[in-house]
């Protein structure tokens, strides 16, 4: 007998994320969540945005998705800000109702901005929305001006794209005018940001950019 | 490798469906668009390995190809592609509009007929 199921495959992962997104908004919290490959800088740009935003007054949270170990959550807390570490286990991507789970365990009284680092991938995680207001992608200069071509999905789909380590363009052929070119014609309504996190640059950009979307938020 | 999370997610899906029906899942079919950026050789293993040991052993999973159906939006010319790796046919250029490709979905399922069912039991 042939039956007619027709069901969305990550129907229950796109309900959580929308629980999610509906959590978020009736608290006014501002939620982004941040892809890259393993050694983007994921962290290290989530250390500077959260020192830079603890200046201006913000109150932010962090999510660490990472397959093992809390020594992302560790770095997070010695730049400021409580982190939630998550370990997968294994695999390769947050769920959304892992997400959930980890904003029950967080005290989010006076929380203004939750930063979800996903585990490092530029694959897996895209298939599965979180429910963030923002995702993220971020790029490196190491990693070559190609990366945009080699996986357009995680490109064309996300809401911002960072490259990251721009201080060492000098050393490296690296060709800026392509990387970007190719994020344009993917994608060009993500807003893009060039970033250091060795010498700061284009974190205030950046910082600007979350406390601009947070303000419509709060409305 | 997220096809392992697809095919808890496909196996969750069918148990209900053959829960509902008081049935076994003989086959199944499922619509992947290449957007998923599921590889069909690892869906196929992943869904012998989470199918294992439960009444989903031995069931066989179709996998319908969806392509990727997008207008250039630099020359107009229409694309099709069964790769995530999508670029203008005419002119080459990745501002596409994309009016398909993300399909991840449950079609049909090929239920045992109760009759067989009550055999077996």
Same mark, same amino acid.
């Given at each position: 007998?042939?039956?007619?199921?027709?069901?969305?495959?990550?129907?229950?992962?796109?309900?959580?994320?929308?629980?999610?997104?509906?959590?978020?908004?009736?608290?006014?919290?501002?939620?982004?969540?941040?892809?890259?490959?393993?050694?983007?800088?994921?962290?290290?740009?989530?250390e500077?945005?959260v020192?830079?935003?603890?200046?201006?007054?913000?109150?932010?949270k962090v999510?660490e998705?990472?397959?093992?170990?809390d020594?992302d959550a560790r770095r997070i807390e010695q730049a400021g800000a409580e982190a939630f570490q998550?370990?997968?286990?294994?695999?390769?991507?947050?769920?959304?109702?892992?997400?959930?789970?980890?904003?029950?365990?967080?005290?989010?009284?006076?929380?203004?901005?939750?930063?979800?680092?996903?585990?490092?991938?530029?694959?897996?995680?895209?298939?599965?929305?979180?429910?963030?207001?923002?995702?993220?992608?971020?790029?490196?200069?190491?990693?070559?001006?190609?990366?945009?071509?080699?996986?357009?999905?995680?490109?064309?789909?996300?809401?911002?794209?960072?490259?990251?380590?721009?201080?060492?363009?000098?050393?490296?052929?690296?060709?800026?005018?392509?990387?970007?070119?190719?994020?344009?014609?993917?994608?060009?309504?993500?807003?893009?940001?060039?970033?250091?996190?060795?010498?700061?640059?284009?974190?205030?950009?950046?910082?600007?950019?979350?406390?601009?979307?947070?303000?419509?938020?709060?409305? | 490798?997220?096809?392992?999370?697809?095919?808890?997610?496909?196996?969750?899906?069918?148990?209900?469906?053959?829960?509902?029906?008081?049935? &076994?899942?003989?086959?199944?079919?499922?619509?992947?668009?290449?957007?998923?950026?599921?590889?069909?050789?690892?869906?196929?293993?992943?869904?012998?390995?989470?199918?294992?040991?439960?009444?989903?052993?031995?069931?066989?999973?179709?996998?319908?190809?969806?392509?990727? &159906?997008?207008?250039?939006?630099?020359?107009?010319?229409?694309?099709?592609?069964?790769?995530?790796?999508?670029?203008?046919?005419?002119?080459?250029?990745? &501002?596409?509009?994309?009016?398909?490709?993300?399909?991840?979905?449950?079609?049909?399922?090929?239920?045992?007929?109760?009759?067989?069912?009550?055999?077996?039991?």
């Amino acid at each position: 007998m042939r039956v007619e199921v027709m069901k969305g495959i990550l129907g229950s992962n796109d309900a959580a994320a929308e629980g999610n997104r509906k959590f978020w908004d009736q608290h006014g919290i501002l939620a982004l969540d941040f892809m890259g490959s393993p050694g983007s800088g994921k962290t290290s740009i989530f250390e500077r945005a959260v020192a830079e935003l603890i200046k201006r007054g913000s109150s932010l949270k962090v999510i660490e998705g990472d397959i093992a170990s809390d020594n992302d959550a560790r770095r997070i807390e010695q730049a400021g800000a409580e982190a939630f570490q998550i370990n997968t286990g294994g695999a390769c991507h947050l769920h959304a109702a892992m997400v959930s789970r980890a904003m029950q365990q967080l005290d989010l009284d006076g929380v203004q901005i939750i930063l979800i680092e996903n585990v490092g991938n530029l694959v897996c995680p895209t298939a599965f929305l979180l429910g963030a207001h923002f995702r993220t992608v971020v790029a490196s200069v190491p990693e070559g001006d190609d990366k945009p071509e080699k996986y357009p999905v995680a490109f064309r789909e996300a809401d911002g794209i960072i490259l990251n380590k721009i201080d060492l363009l000098p050393y490296l052929p690296f060709d800026t005018g392509r990387f970007w070119d190719l994020c344009d014609q993917l994608n060009s309504d993500a807003p893009q940001f060039a970033i250091s996190c060795t010498t700061g640059e284009g974190i205030d950009t950046l910082c600007d950019f979350i406390e601009r979307h947070l303000a419509e938020i709060a409305g | 490798m997220h096809e392992y999370s697809i095919a808890q997610y496909i196996a969750t899906i069918l148990s209900d469906v053959a829960q509902e029906h008081g049935s &076994r899942v003989q086959a199944a079919t499922v619509a992947v668009g290449p957007m998923s950026m599921i590889v069909p050789e690892l869906l196929h293993e992943a869904w012998t390995a989470v199918t294992y040991g439960s009444p989903l052993q031995g069931s066989e999973l179709h996998i319908e190809h969806v392509p990727v &159906r997008a207008t250039c939006q630099e020359c107009g010319h229409q694309t099709e592609s069964f790769t995530p790796f999508v670029k203008c046919e005419a002119c080459g250029s990745l &501002r596409l509009k994309l009016a398909s490709g993300h399909e991840l979905q449950v079609v049909e399922a090929e239920l045992e007929d109760s009759e067989a069912v009550s055999d077996e039991s």
